[in-house]
């Protein structure tokens, strides 16, 4: 929409000359000069650049700086020397700084007491609950789920922003084929597709229908890219990957946020091929910027602008943050970088003024979409606050989204669920007791006094009477002395559940390990307790796949339940107790032992496909090459049978879609939930291809006996691919379908692509 030119200059000076300039502290509240000027311009693009042209260069600056909250028993603080700076016009947002409380009293200080009033921008990692805590990311992919994920989402948005947030640093779209990386719990897993479908779900969840509701948050993308392919599973290690298994493998994430409209994207804090991201012009402004037409604020993960000197590419401050506003990084998280030099560089003509306008005008622009300037304390309120947090909706969503994430990964015999006639259950191992370790990392402002752990949960339920082991010190003790307490107890019990795994500060940020099997004596624990006899089942609580091969020989039934969350312990019970059926898959494969890493399922085929047992083939000595549990396995109570796949015609020309159905069948006397997997594989083409790559889930409930069709479209997107120039593209050719309940259990039928090889092009999300 065009503003007339002539009447913003009428107006901005008639501003102009009703303030006092240079300095007029204590502005009545949301009557800034900024909010009152936006208010008269009313048009985005006329204020913005109205604004900028009233800002000092230091002021600007500020804009782009971000700095963190304090702590304490209190709450999150700003000390008194960031206050000032606030005053001074020289900080744009705040990483940490939540509550109503806190955040209206340094909206305040920006907006009463500064020259311009610009109000700041609260940011916060809301990764999977605000305070109520939902399943991990990592786990709740396991649902398959997209509008779980967005309802969970939404969730906590609603809770954060009654807390006085309006940004948050998630999802994190970074796929990750490395286990021994502890952020895979904070991804959607292994795989593209999902991990698509889940980051469109996550920002949809909250950003809502429009950021301008004080109800959502602004959504990052991050970690923009490759930073989940770290060398040797060592976080924030060297990435080193191809162009094209960029684009077909670590991008299509990033494309499906932004393409959601993520507002807000977050680099990595690696390099690609020599280039740290957070000097990356060719990927930021390049690709994001000028190939996808994305116009959102870039912010520099935490202190990494700083970092592009320990990567080697800057010798002074001045250099870096040079390098990183040039590559189109707008927000310089914690370094101070951008306060304290640029301004250095501005005037001795090292930096173009005019990057540092674009880049204070994205900033602006969030403020503007997120209605700062309509009212800069419309987000934290107290009231809200009592209302929505750890409310009983968010409750039973937190439960809901805990059933749906859980994995059932073996059940030999029907071990579980258990029997009505269990009376006496021993329950065995530390992480049982553990409230924190439910929640998982990056639980933002989750409190174990809330959660209800897995023993809690038991012992909550009526009709049971649990005794409790722990069998060991800690999760990562090899001291054995207390095992023979849980064997006794268990002698004397009808079932035992073992409830072992990590706890959750072996994953998350800066928490690889080298080895992914379990830790400590757990697995010696599990032996002995399935040694007495007594009816055994294990829970696995943690944040990364495992390496189980001991525990699956061990133990005749596992749960992965991941970390469930604050409802954690109702939520195991109910599965244990059959009063839900698990229905969750594995967005991620489980090795059998560390060496197999990286382990995945739309591996290439290789000119020597794997063949247990025959030589000069692509297998391994001492383990078989398959994975323990593969992508997309997961049991559940009752059993399904799968029809052969139909596909709609035998040949279709390019341009067109085939429709392809399968029939599913409830095999068992339960109600249960299936995933149903597509896949597809293209045998024969210019670049080699997966031997499969998933394209469609559908889940549906089924009722003993009851049979439902699962309907998949595949269209030219889903058969595309990187060619020999990169281009996107479709080759004619016979194409591979591949319907079935994992990666490993499918069935295939085919169809024909006829027509000449034909330009996919990606679509190009709308900048913001
Ligand atoms: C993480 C980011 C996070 C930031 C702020 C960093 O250490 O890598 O994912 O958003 O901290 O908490």
């Given amino acids: 929409m065009s503003f007339p030119r002539t009447l913003t200059v009428v107006l901005l000076l008639a501003l102009l000359s009703s303030w006092n300039l240079p300095a007029a502290h204590a502005q009545p509240a949301q009557s800034s000069r900024a909010v009152s000027l936006a208010q008269t311009l009313d048009n985005r693009e006329v204020f913005v650049d109205s604004l900028t042209s009233m800002m000092t260069l230091q002021e600007k600056l500020g804009q782009l700086a971000q700095y963190p909250s304090q702590w304490s028993d209190t709450g999150p603080s700003v000390p008194a020397g960031r206050q000032e700076d606030v005053r001074d016009g020289k900080v744009g947002s705040f990483l940490s700084l939540y509550t109503a409380e806190a955040t209206r009293e340094m909206q305040e200080i920006a907006v009463e007491e500064s020259r311009l009033g610009i109000p700041l921008l609260f940011a916060y990692d809301v990764i999977h609950g605000y305070r109520t805590i939902f399943p991990i990311p990592l786990g709740e992919a396991s649902s398959f789920n997209p509008d779980l994920a967005r309802r969970t989402a939404r969730a906590a948005t609603r809770e954060a922003t009654a807390g006085g947030v309006h940004w948050t640093f998630a999802p994190m779209v970074d796929l990750s084929r490395e286990p021994r990386w502890g952020r895979v719990m904070e991804g959607a897993g292994e795989d593209p597709y999902l991990n698509s479908v889940l ?341 696995l609580l943690n944040g990364r796949p495992l390496a189980l091969t001991g525990l699956d020989q061990t133990v005749p039934a596992i749960l992965e339940a991941w970390y469930p969350g604050t409802e954690a312990g109702p939520a195991v019970a109910d599965v244990l107790f059959g009063d839900v059926n698990p229905s969750g898959k594995l967005p991620m494969t489980f090795p059998r032992v560390t060496g197999q890493i990286p382990i995945f399922y739309n591996h290439k085929n290789t000119g020597r496909p794997p063949v247990e047992g025959q030589d000069y083939k692509s297998t391994y000595l001492d383990t078989p090459w398959t994975p323990l549990y593969p992508f997309g396995h997961g049991l559940s109570y009752t059993s399904f049978s799968y029809s052969a796949p139909r596909t709609s015609a035998d040949s279709i020309t390019v341009n067109d879609s085939v429709h392809v159905q399968v029939d599913v069948t409830n095999t068992g006397d339960r109600t249960g939930t299936e995933v149903v997997q597509l896949y597809v594989h293209d045998p024969v083409a210019s670049i080699t291809r997966p031997v499969q790559e998933l394209r469609g889930t559908k889940r549906s409930e089924l009722a003993p006996g009851e049979t439902r069709t699962a309907r998949f479209t595949l269209t030219m997107d889903d058969l595309a691919f990187h060619g020999p120039q990169m281009e996107r593209i479709v080759e004619p050719g016979r194409f591979q379908v591949q319907v079935g309940t994992s990666s490993a259990n499918v069935q295939t039928t085919t169809f024909r692509l006829t027509g000449s090889q034909t330009a996919v092009p990606l679509d190009v999300p709308v900048a913001p």
């Fill in 199 to 539: 980051a469109r779900a996550r920002v949809h969840g909250f950003q809502g229908p429009s950021v301008a509701a004080d109800t959502t948050v602004m959504a990052t993308a991050k970690h923009f890219v490759g930073y989940g392919a770290p060398q040797a599973g060592r976080d924030y290690h060297t990435v080193d990957v191809s162009d094209r298994t960029l684009h077909e493998i670590f991008l299509p994430p990033f494309h499906a946020a932004l393409d959601a409209g993520a507002r807000s994207v977050m680099p990595g804090f690696n390099e690609i091929a020599g280039v740290p991201m957070h000097a990356h012009d060719g990927l930021i402004d390049g690709l994001l910027r000028d190939d996808w037409n994305w116009n959102g604020v870039v912010v520099s993960d935490y202190t990494a602008v700083w970092e592009l000197k320990e990567h080697g590419i800057a010798d002074t401050d001045l250099s870096a943050g040079v390098q990183a506003i040039e590559a189109g990084v707008d927000v310089d998280m914690v370094s101070g970088i951008y306060g304290d030099t640029l301004d250095t560089a501005v005037r001795s003509g090292r930096l173009r003024t005019e990057e540092v306008n674009e880049a204070v005008q994205r900033v602006l622009r969030a403020k503007w979409d997120v209605g700062l300037f309509k009212n800069p304390y419309r987000y934290g309120n107290e009231e809200r606050e009592d209302d929505v947090i750890l409310s009983d909706e968010h409750r039973e969503l937190a439960r809901t989204a805990a059933h749906q994430s859980m994995v059932l990964l073996k059940n030999e015999n029907n071990t579980l669920p258990l029997d009505d006639d269990v009376e006496s259950l021993a329950v065995i191992g530390p992480l049982a007791d553990d409230a924190r370790s439910i929640l998982g990392e990056w639980a933002a402002s989750g409190r174990a006094e809330d959660a209800i752990s897995v023993l809690q949960g038991l012992r909550n339920r009526s009709g049971v009477d649990v005794t409790y082991v722990p069998g060991l010190p800690d999760v990562k003790s090899t001291d054995t002395a207390n095992v023979s307490d849980a064997v006794a107890a268990a002698q004397q019990a009808d079932a035992a559940l073992l409830v072992i795994g990590e706890e959750f500060n072996m994953s998350g940020e800066a928490a690889s390990r080298t080895s992914i099997e379990l830790p400590g004596a757990q697995q010696e624990l599990a032996e002995a307790v399935v040694g007495t006899g007594t009816p055994t089942a294990s829970v």
